[in-house]
């Protein structure tokens, strides 16, 4: 069984992650959940779960009003076209469903499979906010408690800069 929203948090304190979580109603999308961003600070998130013909799986995570251009991705990457993980890979990947895509659903990628890329402009924003591993929450932590997670992961990791009208800049976290 994948972990769960108390693993989570069981993590971050073990981790010494400090966090704050707010329930709230379901939310699928960016747009669907703008009333609730308005009343949280810092920086708000949007989850893509990608994969290449190859079988790379790659979990990008930017703000929420950050462009990302899907189909230059993968020139940076170094892998063939990215299109969207299906439910059945995000579900036994990361161990969480569409709608509930989250960088805290790595907690479940055991086997270090994603590459995780980070935007340059979530980096610059203090807190993060995520979900909790489930869409009915949203979990802001600091940059330094989002560093400390992806420590933990271990896993590969890249920051992109999604700015401006060319193909994304990578380089190492």
Known sequence: MPATRADLLDLFARLGIAHVTHDHRAVFTV??????????????????????????????????DTSV???RLHKGLGCQRLSFGKEELLWETLGVRPGSVTVFALIN?????????????????????????????????????????????????????????????????
């Open 69 to 71: 251009n899907v189909n």
């Open 109 to 173: 990628d055991t086997s270090r499979a994603v590459t995780l890329v980070l935007d340059e402009a979530l980096l610059a924003a203090e807190p993060v906010n995520f979900h909790p591993l489930e869409n009915t929450a949203t979990t802001s932590v600091s940059q330094a408690g989002l560093a400390s997670f992806v420590r933990h992961w271990g896993g590969a990791v890249l920051r992109a800069d999604f700015s401006g009208d060319h193909d994304p800049v990578l380089t190492a976290f």
């Open 31 to 64: 747009e669907e959940g703008a009333d609730i961003k308005a009343a949280l600070p810092g920086g708000h998130t949007k989850n893509l779960f990608l994969r290449d013909k190859a079988g790379r799986i790659v979990l990008v995570c930017a703000l929420g």
